[in-house]
């Protein structure tokens, strides 16, 4: 059983950056990707970024696109989300989750496609 526990959340200044680490637990096949996805107290769920394990382009929301990096190291096996230039409209709780590869191209997943989540990790961004 897939199981995923996300790292990497704090507080940090606006522009300042942050690394989130998502470590999967079990195996993971090479028909999956890993997706980043956010929530804001009182907003729904929205993808942020995500990567198949197997490779290929990694797909961003057009929100993030140009100050985040998602990159993957599938030995450990873990993905990182590079967060750069960091707004007050960034924070959130930060969920990494699962899904099938083929939901992972063009546009981020949508909540429903994606099989497996972490508990979350609270970025703050704040001055």
């Known amino acids: 059983q897939l199981q995923l526990v996300e790292s990497g959340g704090g507080l940090v200044q606006p522009g300042g950056s942050l690394r989130l680490s998502c470590t999967a637990s079990?195996?993971?096949?090479?028909?999956?990707?890993i997706g980043w996805f956010r929530q804001a107290p009182g907003k729904e769920r929205e993808g942020v970024s995500c990567?198949?394990?197997?490779?290929?382009?990694?797909v961003y929301a057009d929100s993030v696109k140009g100050r985040f990096t998602i990159s993957r190291d599938n030995t450990k096996p873990t993905v990182y989300l590079q967060m750069n230039s960091l707004k007050p409209e960034d924070t959130a709780v930060y969920y990494c989750?699962?899904?099938?590869?083929?939901?992972?191209?063009?546009?981020?997943?949508?909540?429903?496609?994606?099989?497996?989540w972490g508990k979350g990790t609270l970025v703050t961004v704040s001055s």
């Open positions: 079990g195996f993971t096949l090479d028909y999956y990707a």
């Open positions: 990567i198949r394990v197997s490779g290929g382009d990694p």
């Open positions: 989750a699962a899904g099938r590869y083929y939901y992972c191209r063009g546009d981020v997943p949508r909540d429903g496609e994606m099989d497996y």
